[in-house]
């Protein structure tokens, strides 16, 4: 069974204070590893696809990265307007996606 | 082009009650999908189809749940009768390649 954790739960960040959020992922056949951005209230906004190990992208202040058993998204400077929750998902084959529970992210100003 | 749009986007309904959910995925979009989240609990696959034809239904729950797709247009999910663990927000993607776009939810309580 396709499994995803992501860690921390939540984090709180200063703004312009750079982490990053962690995805762990069990699957077996790996076909696409996908970060989403949730605002309350909205469904999950499409940010990133990784397909192999070693494989990064980024967007703005956004770097996703990819191994053969976790991803991270770095987040560089964040601003306030980068507070969501981001979710991580798995796609093996060509089985649904199976997300992680996501991280809630709070930047201050 | 307009996104992935879910009618009602709250519903209230009590234990034993029916209730229909609608989906109109992106224009030409040919994949469509059912997702759901509970309360405390991630995001997990119902199902999909491929055009108007059920691909995988693997996540539904139970026979409670009926999902439908018209010409391979819009999609409804109906769920009848309702019970309280039925409560949680049904999220509706859509996609034409990788990547699923997905509507803002509707949130279902059953009382």
């Known amino acids: 069974e396709d499994q995803v954790t992501q860690s921390p739960e939540a984090l709180r960040l200063q703004e312009g204070e750079s982490s990053s959020l962690n995805c762990s992922y069990t699957?077996?056949?790996?076909?696409?590893l996908f970060w989403y951005r949730q605002d309350p209230g909205k469904g999950p906004e499409f940010l990133f696809t990784l397909y192999s190990a070693g494989e990064e992208k980024e967007k703005e202040r956004l770097k996703a990265t990819l191994t053969k058993k976790e991803s991270f998204l770095h987040i560089t400077a964040p601003k306030p307007e980068d507070s969501a929750t981001y979710l991580c998902?798995?796609?093996?084959?060509?089985?649904?996606?199976?997300f992680g529970s996501g991280t809630r992210l709070q930047v201050q100003p | 082009e307009a996104g992935v749009t879910q009618f009602p986007s709250h519903s209230v309904i009590e234990k034993g009650q029916t209730v229909t959910l609608r989906c109109d995925p992106i224009?030409?979009?040919?994949?469509l999908y059912w997702y759901r989240r509970v309360m405390g609990k991630e995001i997990k696959f119902l199902l999909h189809?491929?055009?108007?034809?059920?691909?995988?239904e693997s996540g539904m729950p139970n026979n409670r749940f009926l999902a439908e797709r018209t010409g391979g247009t819009y999609s409804t999910l109906k769920v009848q009768p309702a019970e309280l663990e039925d409560s949680g927000v049904y999220f509706c993607?859509?996609?034409?390649?990788?990547?699923?776009?997905f509507g803002n939810g509707t949130r279902l309580t059953v009382t």
């Open positions: 699957v077996s056949g790996l076909r696409g």
């Open positions: 993607a859509s996609s034409q390649g990788e990547s699923l776009h």
């Open positions: 189809f491929v055009k108007e034809s059920k691909q995988d």
């Open positions: 224009s030409g979009h040919d994949n």
């Open positions: 998902a798995v796609q093996a084959g060509r089985r649904a996606l199976t």
